[in-house]
């Protein structure tokens, strides 16, 4: 498993842009594919983007954020990043990064280490 920890969460006004960051440690993060999921109150935990293990590099993102939200990872910082760009008032909720020993996961069960959490919050 991986120590995760999430950093570059705020408030921030609609149309705005945030970039969070998570740091791995353990020697095992470039065989990990990673994921940052939301939950908002009330609601249950999303996947929003996911980046895979393999050469490739191959990403997955949900339609609510397609073209507006960017993963990406540095394997050697042990770092994964969400751009998000054009903020909205539904992106308000705790963002949690994740990762998986799969190479494609899509599901909660799919993702052994998580982070704390950071808050983002949209609002004017």
């Known amino acids: 498993q991986l120590q995760l920890v999430e950093s570059g969460g705020g408030l921030v006004q609609p149309g705005g842009f945030l970039r969070l960051s998570c740091a791995a440690s353990g020697r095992t993060f470039r065989s990990y594919s990673m994921g940052w999921f939301r939950q908002a109150p009330g609601k249950g935990r999303e996947l929003v983007a996911a980046?895979?293990?393999?050469?490739?590099?191959?990403?997955y993102y949900s339609d609510s954020v397609k073209g507006r939200f960017t993963i990406s990872r540095d394997n050697a910082k042990n770092t994964v990043y969400l751009q998000m760009n054009n903020l909205k008032p539904e992106d308000t909720a705790v963002y949690y990064c994740?990762?998986?020993?799969?190479?494609?996961?899509?599901?909660?069960?799919?993702?052994?280490?998580w982070g704390q959490g950071t808050q983002v919050t949209v609002s004017s």
């Open positions: 980046i895979s293990w393999s050469g490739r590099g191959s990403t």
């Open positions: 994740a990762g998986s020993p799969s190479i494609n996961p899509r599901t909660t069960g799919a993702f052994d280490s």
